[in-house]
């Protein structure tokens, strides 16, 4: 009987177990599990001159990283992002080949051993382009702040698929001259805003709404390490890269709501409360809100904010914080939670609340940052 002659894997690397890791756990939330288009689930791994790189896609975001390892033999090779997670996962710590072969994935790592179905390369969606016309010379710190305090306020799966992301605003008509920076978000119910100063090297033209998922996406990112990043801009997309790594998402396509007729103009009344004894009484109080509308009573009479909430299957709460305030009384109904969620992202030791009149939003600032505001519509009880 004739030996059959040894095959060559297409491709073949190696690389350390916390390295390949590292690049699968940074695409599990870009890819869909639940797809229809099966080749979706996979990453696009791919080793070449320049190393090896890992690409998953969702069709409107993809995240692309560059990784050490050593090439033993270029090529590409698409295979399930949860599976090879998985593996990799409880992999012991040692050097981990991969190779393969006739649409299958050998993975190797001490004693182990698995063989993985693959998908064909040409079948995988293209790379898309990573350049921005515009770019916003944004730091890192700067970014993730700003996506903190505006992303809790973004809609989730809302009909109104425009309030599935947050605005993001710049305009200069030259290089050279610092411009705001415009970060919102908003349910419809509530609305978070920040501004940060930015100086532009050229002209920027930036109206774009960048979905939940891609700024999702892009804390993550933000959360692992220090070091610059690079925000930019096309018509229909927004880029961001930092060492290693670009995520590119498409915007989403509509118009924004005209948020800034919302915001009240002048405060008939105002208070200042600090802010973790506030947040402290408000999430006292919602242990005994309905959990279909976290709804609390607002009360203030001279010297005291009440707060007050009824549950007639469990109960009902009241909380009193002193503050600085001599009108007449003052009663509205508000959504605990989303006063809780802008506490959390308060910076300062204080929080300014302002309204105009029982029927009208709430505004809420931050006494230590200037370009912050949220503002949570009132309910009726």
């Known amino acids: 009987m004739t030996a059959q002659p040894e095959r060559n894997p297409t491709m073949k690397i190696r690389m350390e177990r916390a390295e390949l890791l590292a690049g699968l756990t940074r695409v599990q939330g870009v890819v869909e599990r639940r797809n229809t288009v099966p080749i979706l689930s996979n990453i696009l791994l791919e080793a070449d001159d320049a190393g090896i790189h890992i690409y998953a896609t969702d069709l409107e975001l993809g995240l692309r990283g560059s990784y050490r390892g050593e090439v033993m033999r270029p090529g590409g090779v698409t295979v399930s992002a949860r599976k090879l997670f998985e593996i990799c996962r409880e992999l012991e710590e040692a050097p981990v080949e991969l190779a393969e072969e006739d649409q299958w994935v050998t993975l190797t790592s ?9 998908l064909p390369v040409a079948d995988f969606p293209p790379v898309p382009e990573a350049e921005g016309e515009w770019a916003v010379p944004v730091e890192r710190d700067v970014f993730a702040t700003m996506i903190r305090k505006t992303f809790f306020a973004v809609g989730d799966l809302d009909t109104r698929y425009v309030l599935n992301g947050v605005l993001m605003t710049a305009q200069a008509e030259k290089g050279g001259a ?4 415009r ?9 978070a805003m920040i501004e940060r100063p930015v100086t532009p090297d050229a002209p920027l033209d930036v109206n774009a709404i960048v979905p939940r998922k891609a700024l999702l996406e892009m804390k993550k990112l933000l959360d692992e390490d220090e070091g610059p990043i690079s925000l930019s801009f096309t018509d229909k997309r927004v880029i961001f890269k930092k060492e290693g790594l670009t995520l590119v998402s498409q915007l989403v396509d509509g118009t924004f709501p005209s948020y800034e007729k919302v915001i009240p103009r002048e405060a008939g009344t105002s208070v200042t409360l600090p802010k973790e004894a506030a947040a402290a009484a408000f999430r006292r109080v919602s242990l005994l809100c309905q959990e279909k509308t976290w709804a609390v009573r607002f ?8 707060l007050a909430a009824n549950n007639p299957d469990i109960g009902e709460a009241t909380e009193e914080l002193p503050v600085e305030y001599d009108g007449e009384k003052f009663s509205s109904g508000f959504n605990a939670r989303y ?3 802008v506490l959390q992202n308060v910076d300062g030791d204080e929080v300014r609340l302002e309204t105009a009149d029982p ?9 230590g940052d200037a370009g912050y505001l949220a503002l949570v519509m009132p309910m009726r009880l």
């Not at 001490?110 to 693959?118: Q, T």
């Not at 029927?359 to 006494?367: A, F, G, I, M």
């Open 110 to 118: 001490g004693r182990s051993r698995f063989r993985v179905a693959s």
């Open 178 to 181: 610092e411009v705001p920076f």
């Open 299 to 306: 009360t203030l009479t001279p010297g005291t904010l009440s």
């Open 359 to 367: 029927l009208s939003p709430c505004v809420l600032k931050d006494t």
């Open 183 to 191: 970060m919102v978000a908003t349910n419809g119910h509530r609305l």
């Open 339 to 341: 006063f809780i969620d």
